[in-house]
């Protein structure tokens, strides 16, 4: 060592040795960043890089070289031969050329490889560019210096390649690389000047002037510069291209990486960092796929089987001539887009997009369009798909839920409040379910359970369903206490969707009929007789304009005497094919689909027409259902018909039911008030067969209470409802209220009804339905009785 550093103080000019260690620093330094730069790319780039990088590091080399061979003083006249000197520029950019194209290859010990190779270049170089010096002395060499000055040359120019692209910090990778290629020329140049001996001689000749040296090595020096600094202006502009592409990539929303054909990282945005939560130092420029993959499974936790899967994925993409894009799951919930994108000429770009919050908001539009906002029970149109999924099955059963006084609660307690029993509700349905069984809520406070066990299962669960609901809710500050009625039917071969819920109504409408808070099961029939009803109910939206409709008048009288007072108008429809159709079979239809309120107007204006023939001590009683006491309208019908047929109010006597005063009451109390101040008269029907009657009489102060047949058929053997009888006549007459016997059909009945005191009396043994023309004729003879009877 102190051999070497002898020779560079005693035999060189040291301000060329300097300038020649500046030239070579800064060529170093030029070829680490013009290398890297060839590594990240493909292609023609890559080849295009590598020229220049090859171009520059031979320049810089034999600058170096030269300019440190001017410096070396023998102390002896010199020269050099131009041909041998040209050879040796050439000999330093081809061999690093081939060193670098080795050096970006994939392979793993690549990098030393090409290292040496650029190492030997600089050996032949130099020792090329030796054979071109002239001197005048005879030339002799150590040959350990001049193996040692081989060996450092390979050995360190190997290491500085391998350092560049495999060892340690990114950042300090480049400097690190520098430092050993500036050692490898410069260890070469002066350990193979150590070994250079040269013995004085006499040549002819001149082969130097001093001077004239100097100046060559300071315009080689200036050369060398602006080569070295050619390859700089090269390497700074691409990394100012770079830098700027690279700050649009870092604020881009999606994460980028680029792929070269031999699969390296050329490119990877900031935003892929954060995407994988990988530090700047896990991600790399010059990584290899292999590691990328890795580094990413690191820290998202796969085992080396899923991260051999997916680097599979990754090259079976790049290999496509398609792009592919699929959407990644992560365990801790994030998502993922990816899109691979093969590139012509080689290798692929990556984009990754984070769709977590995307899909979770489509998965709560997509949860929110199948489940109900307010229960999170699945709604009607998962009942459809959840339906048709079991019938394809096989077997299934629906329990069709009906909360019983649902509504009253909203009406007294308001909707908080029916809200919340609603998720009370649901909340005891849903502890009942087996994981196989599923509930649904299909509107309102209509609810229904899938279940696919056999049909003793759904039957012990319609019960358990019942006895649950049935149990007071506490919701403060109320304690509410409702029930539910459920229709069960199970599905039979060939049935679909409709026919199930078709068949699970008809049953939860048995059940409310049947009491409420209670279950049915459907039976064989229920939807012919359904059909029935269908069918009728059509032929009666025909009847009233195929004047089918007609009224039959039951005569009533007054006690003791016997009296003709009046008549009770009752409808009939003559059906063309049936015959004469009952009213209790085909007013309930006329209700439910709303034809009531167009029937009970023609019955109106049909009985007040006949009235007005009449005597006027004969009133009429006319039947108004529940729906058209709810309707304003029934008022000033009424009214105009009343004026229409010149009939007195007072003669006219409204009878409704004591049902229909229950449902909706404030409405109902304020349509009697109503028809109260217009003069007629109301009628509470079959009484005692409701509950809370005593308040509905005073509530809405009735004229006349109708004594129900069902009271009148067993008076004459049940004491108990003899007593109810005799209870009802003397509340009346203490109230003022007139009262009317039904369904007298023997005249012990009659008897009993004197002895009690009861005003008037109608039914079979009294007088039976009479069609106009005989109503009319009974009228007739009354009137004429009532003539002659009459004093002169």
Known sequence: MMTVVGCIIEHHNLWLVLMAAVICGSGSWAMVRLFLRAATADSLEKLAWVVLSAFVTGASIWCTHFVAMLGYEPGLPIGFDPVLTI????????????????????????PAIGGAVVGLSIVVMHYTGMLAYRVQGIVSWDRSFLAASIFISCVLSAASLHAALRVGDEHVRPHLATFLF????????????????????????????????????????????????????????????????????????NGLTMLSSSGLVTLVNERVHALFHLGKDELRIGMTLESYIAAIGRRAGWDSERVRRVLDNHQTWMRSITPTRLEHHFDDGTILAVACQPVARGGAILTYEDVTEARNGQKTIAHMAFHDALTGLKNRRMF????????????????????????????????????????????????????????FRLGGDELAVLVSAPRERAIALAQDI?????????????????????????????????????????ALYAAKNGGRNRFETYRDGMLEDEANKRLL???????????????????????????????????????????????????????????ITSIGAWVIDAACRQAALWPDHVYMSINVSAIQLRSAALVSQLAQTLTKHCVSPKRIEIEITETAM???????????????????????????????????????????????????????????AAAIIRAVVSMARELNIDTTAEGIEQESQLQNLLELGCGTAQGYLLGRPLVCDEADAIARTQMQLRLRLAPN
């Open 662 to 720: 229950v449902e909706n009451s404030a409405q109902i109390a304020l349509t009697l008030t109503s028809l109260r101040a217009l003069g007629v008269r109301i009628a509470m029907d079959d009484f005692g067969t409701g509950y809370s009657s005593l308040a509905h009489l005073r509530a809405f102060k009735v004229d006349r209470i109708k004594i129900d047949r069902s009271f009148i058929a067993a008076s004459t053997s049940d004491p108990g």
């Open 384 to 439: 459809a798909q959840s339906m048709e999924d079991l019938l394809s099955q096989g077997r299934v059963t629906m329990l069709m839920i009906d909360l019983d006084r649902f509504k009253s609660v909203n009406d007294r307690l308001g909707h908080a409040v029916g809200d919340e029993l609603l998720r009370h509700v649901t909340a005891r349905i849903s502890t009942l379910l087996q994981p196989s069984e599923q509930a």
């Open 537 to 595: 109910e059509q032929d009666l939206s025909e009847a009233l304009d195929a004047d089918q409709l007609e009224l039959w008048y039951q005569p009533l009288y007054s006690l003791p005497g016997r009296t003709l007072t009046g008549f009770e108008a009752l409808l009939r429809w003559r059906h063309p094919q049936r015959g004469i159709v009952s009213p209790a079979e085909f007013i309930p239809i006329a209700e439910s689909s709303g034809m």
């Open 466 to 506: 019942t006895t649950s609901i049935a149990i007071p809710f506490e919701i403060n500050p109320h304690v509410v206490a409702i029930g539910c009625s459920i229709g069960i039917a199970a599905a039979e071969p060939g049935d679909d969707t409709s026919i199930v819920q078709q068949k699970a109504d008809l």
């Open 87 to 110: 050879v040796s520029l050439l000999v330093a950019m081809t061999g690093s050329g081939i060193g670098f194209l080795i050096a970006t290859s994939k392979r793993p010990s690549a």
């Open 182 to 253: 500036f050692l490898s020329i410069i260890g070469l140049h002066f350990t193979g000047m150590t070994a250079f001996r040269v013995s004085p001689m006499l040549i002819d000749g001149s082969y130097s002037d001093p001077e004239a040296l100097n100046a060559l090595a300071f315009a080689v020096a200036c050369v060398g510069s602006f080569i070295v600094g050619s390859g700089f202006a090269s390497s700074f502009i691409d990394t100012k291209a770079r830098a700027t592409a690279s700050d649009a990539l870092a604020n881009m929303s």
